[in-house]
């Protein structure tokens, strides 16, 4: 089975194709990605209208590159996997038109796909990692813990694979405000860092004392839950008062004393998270994944409690077409996928995709 993935949700405009044997082993044909970073960096945020008519303009190239990469005619297709929510509608709306106008003219099913069971699922693909596991979704858009597990109720009249039950997904805990790599960005803002601010966050600290400056660990309540909102402001009365006599070496504090915090918050939320799913197995991803500091922090703090962690490789664990294809070729093997209308959902959770697989 040949499957062509499309995402276009957020900022990220890409396709991939994938290959899949009857046993679910799949090999990477091509991963094809056009980023709108450069232009988005000037507004110092995600524009949505912009994202949209940037989706519009690139796709075409972006799917002929992959099925190109991948040495295919589009007749080669047997299905197409496209993101349908969550995310920008506009962004939505350009993939899913796209990818039924393709699907129609060339006879190819077509599977829409959440975005998160995407990011949820390429731990499998990447570190061939087993179910179960808890992966901490930490990027500019995203902020959750997420349990991914097999389902045990396999259907003996099913015609799927033996071995291969159905995957269930659940949301352990989400962002009551900001996701963290927004928070990153929105720190780095005050300290006047280009957008994104993760990177540059990161480097500078490398320079700073990571206790010059003490932050509150934000949601320290014993839930999953995140809120950044607190964190911010205690950054922002800092940066006010030192205003005046502001220079690279307090700058270079903040960024650090900000990051020890974040540092400080993962280990006691991975922990909650875990004391939940009590799973052996955690997952880093996200754009923040990238963060060297913080995965060694957690490394550490997982090898203490004898769980394995694992960050995917950071080109996979940010938005790509690849994990869409991947979660499509899966809902194939394992939940007898039937022909589906493609329903654009810009707020959807994974909770309600455990409920019709
Ligand atoms: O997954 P991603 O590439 O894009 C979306 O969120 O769509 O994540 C981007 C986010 C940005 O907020 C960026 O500041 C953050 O990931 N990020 C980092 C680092 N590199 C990127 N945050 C902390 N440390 C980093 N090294
Ligand atoms: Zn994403």
Request: contains cysteine; aromatic residues 6%; glycine residues 8%.
């Amino acid at each position: 089975m040949k499957i062509l993935g499309i995402e276009s949700s957020c900022d990220e405009t890409a396709a991939a194709v994938l290959e899949f044997d009857a046993l679910g082993q799949c090999n990477i044909l091509s991963n094809a990605i056009f980023t709108q970073m450069d232009t988005h960096a000037l507004y110092g945020g995600v524009v949505p209208e912009i994202a949209s008519r940037m989706h519009l303009e690139k796709i075409d190239a972006i799917i002929k590159q992959a099925i190109e990469m991948a040495q295919l005619n589009l007749s080669d297709i047997d299905k197409i996997a496209v993101t349908s929510g969550p995310g920008l509608l506009g962004g939505l709306i350009v993939g899913t038109t796209y990818a039924k106008a393709l699907s129609m003219a060339k006879n190819i099913d077509i599977i829409g796909i959440n975005h998160l069971e995407g990011h949820a699922l390429m731990a499998h693909l990447t570190e061939g990692l087993n179910f179960p596991y808890t992966l901490l979704l930490a990027s500019g858009g995203h902020c959750q813990f997420l349990k991914i597990y097999e389902k045990e109720n396999i259907d003996v009249h099913s015609s799927k694979k033996e071995n291969m039950s159905e995957i269930g997904f659940k949301e352990l805990g989400g962002t009551q405000d900001d996701a963290i790599g927004e928070c990153f960005d929105k720190v780095a803002k005050m300290l006047n860092l280009p957008y994104p601010g993760g990177r540059e966050i990161e480097a500078l600290a490398k320079k700073g004392d990571p206790f010059a400056y003490s932050f509150p660990i934000p949601l320290k309540d014993g839930s999953v839950q995140f809120s950044f909102s607190g964190l911010k402001s205690a950054v922002r009365r800092v940066i006010d008062d030192i205003a005046e006599e502001m220079d690279s070496k307090k700058m270079a504090d903040i960024c650090a004393s900000f990051q020890e915090t974040i540092a400080q918050l993962l280990i006691y939320k991975c922990k909650k998270a875990l004391e939940i799913t009590q799973h052996k197995r955690l997952v880093l991803s996200g754009g923040v994944a990238a963060n060297k500091l913080l995965r060694s922090r957690l490394k550490t703090f997982c090898d203490d409690l004898n769980v394995t962690f694992y960050a995917p490789p950071v080109n996979l664990c940010t938005d790509n077409a690849v994990m869409i294809a991947y979660a499509g070729g899966l809902r194939c093997l394992r939940s007898n996928h039937k022909a589906e209308t493609i329903t654009i959902k810009p707020r959807w959770s994974l909770n309600e995709v455990n409920e019709i697989l």
